[in-house]
């Protein structure tokens, strides 16, 4: 004969306890000083530490700023939950990625690198420099003094578009224009039509206006 195991009885559950819990958690806005999961621009865990501080005197703005291994970000206090996630999450992203761009010496070495590579080290610039000036072109090149300078709208650009703008710009120290000579060298690069792409992409100009794009 079989014995019966003895019910204990159970507690009344609460309408709010009956809820899942990932929903009561998206429900709950967050407070002053929340930290986020480390995160990087490819998902790893990078070390580190984001805080988000709510303001009730943020109406619509945002700001981001590093301080040590902490990011801090600024939101409106009613912001929800899931808007705060998403908006933490670009700007850290948008932080990483400021910080990956290349600074002026790097940009110059990246131009000796394709000097070398694809114009027989012919082409040596004497400085290579972002510019903030630049709001009509990409990329300029004083043929006199051998300088060339980028617009700093591209620092978020891939790099085989940069390459390629740099590569147009170290020409133009050999050949002035955009004639068969210049067209014979720029061919050299292999992302050519990758990146002609990519810039024609970003911009709004008539069609046949392509080569005004880098060149003042």
Not at 105 to 120: E, F, G, T, V
Not at 125 to 150: F, K, L
């Amino acid at each position: 004969m079989e014995r019966e195991n003895p019910q204990v009885p159970k507690e009344p559950r609460s309408p709010e306890s009956s809820r899942p819990h990932s929903r009561r958690a998206s429900d709950q806005g967050l407070i002053q000083g929340d930290l986020f999961p480390r995160i990087g621009i490819d998902g790893r865990d990078i070390g580190l530490i984001i805080e988000v501080r709510r303001s009730t005197r943020r109406k619509k703005t945002i700001e981001a700023y590093r301080n040590g291994e902490k990011v801090i970000v600024s939101i409106p206090a009613r912001m929800s939950q899931r808007e705060a996630n998403q908006v933490v999450d670009e700007m850290v992203k948008k932080i990483l990625h400021d910080e990956s761009a290349l600074d002026s010496n790097q940009l110059l070495n990246r131009a000796l690198l394709l000097n070398s590579k694809y114009l027989d080290g012919k082409a040596i610039p004497v400085s290579v420099e972002w510019s903030s000036r630049m709001s009509r072109i990409w990329g300029a090149c004083t043929i006199e003094d051998r300088t060339i300078r980028i617009s700093d709208r591209l620092r978020d650009a891939p790099a085989y578009a940069l390459d390629y703008l740099l590569l147009h710009e170290l020409i133009h120290i050999l050949v002035p224009g955009h004639g068969p000579d210049f067209k014979k060298l720029l061919n050299r690069y292999p992302d050519l039509a990758r990146a002609e792409g990519y810039f024609e992409g970003r911009t709004h100009r008539p069609s046949g206006d392509f080569d005004q794009l880098f060149d003042e």
